[in-house]
């Protein structure tokens, strides 16, 4: 190949990859422009806020988690798999009590559940491919995730997934429905703000993907997204192998690479350990405005739930 012909060909390159580029936007644009639509036609409609759990072994704090969220929630999805303590029997005394039957859509995923890092995942390289083994965490939340969607068909409004180790701050998703309606219908929010050792700057956010995917962030499951866009979010496996072992489930979002992802960086939920000794992991580091929001907050509903943690004393 003479120097002509190879500095053509590059030039050829250069133009086709910028055309698979004005593509990729185009497609982007079209796809923003089908939720538009799909938003005006159900706005005039109530919208729902749906709440998606999943419980497994929390007794120490699921009740203060739901006790922190439920008036936050239109509808509270809750799903679980070999559940071997208390957990499931306090969510049911306290639906009784407060007679909450429905708000709560409980459901019990049918198949036994590798738990995260299992070395299961990484018996064969072809277990990387294999996403809709019913025993993956991947599977276990789509479970879940479907019955979410059904529920939103035809609505307006957005879903967040709630943890049952977490205990949720006062109207933290309420101020996040209000982010979304001033700025744009379409925003998925990547909530920010749990006290749990994870440190980013003074804001403690929780990372599930070990990767900054270089698009306003990182892709985790904590994530709050409107309807418009929930078919376009996808539960899958991250397995890795290199440089540690990794496998857990991770909400994709395609649509990441649009500029529309925002993110919501106050404080949203205090995270506790579920073992054994009952003590925070890493609250030694907590400004005076944390320790004020725990003890306004967080506190008295450990005391009211009867807690493990309701003596947990931050100094």
């Not at 920010?192 to 929780?206: A, P």
């Not at 997204?225 to 496998?247: D, G, Q, R, V």
Request: with cysteine; glycine share 4%.
């Amino acid at each position: 190949m003479t120097v002509a012909n190879f500095f053509k060909y590059k030039t050829i390159r250069v133009k086709q990859f910028w055309r698979k580029i004005k593509c990729a936007m185009f497609s982007n644009k079209f796809i923003l422009w089908l939720c538009e639509q799909r938003y005006l036609k159900y706005k005039n409609l109530p919208p729902l806020k749906i709440g998606f759990l999943r419980l497994h072994n929390e007794e120490n704090t699921v009740i203060p988690c739901l006790m922190s969220v439920d008036y936050m929630f239109d509808k509270i999805v809750l799903i679980y798999s070999e559940i071997t303590d208390n957990s499931l029997a306090l969510v049911h005394d306290y639906i009784n009590k407060n007679n909450l039957q429905d708000k709560y859509v409980i459901k019990k995923y049918p198949h036994k559940v590798y738990p995260p890092h299992d070395e299961r995942y990484f018996s064969s390289f072809f277990n990387v491919f294999n996403v809709f083994n019913p025993h993956y965490l991947s599977s276990y939340y789509r479970f879940g995730y479907n019955i979410c969607k059904k529920l939103a068909k035809g609505r307006n409004g957005f879903l967040a997934k709630i943890d049952a180790d977490q205990i949720y701050l006062p109207d933290c998703f309420c101020e996040i429905e209000k982010m979304m309606e001033n700025e744009k219908f379409l925003y998925l929010v990547n909530s920010y703000g749990g006290f749990d050792g994870h440190v980013l700057g003074n804001i403690y956010k929780v990372d599930y993907s070990h990767e900054n995917t270089g698009r306003n962030g990182f892709e985790t499951d904590h994530i709050i997204i409107p309807f418009s866009l929930l078919n376009l979010t996808f539960y899958n496996m991250e397995i890795k192998i290199f440089p540690h072992k990794i496998a857990w489930e991770l909400l994709h979002h395609p649509m990441l690479n649009c500029g529309i992802m925002r993110q919501y960086t106050s404080p949203m939920w205090f995270h506790f350990d579920r073992k054994k000794p009952y003590k925070a992991p890493d609250y030694k580091n907590l400004t005076a405005e944390q320790k004020y929001l725990y003890y306004k907050y967080i506190y008295p509903l450990l005391k009211k739930a009867n807690s493990a943690y309701k003596d947990l004393i931050i100094n």
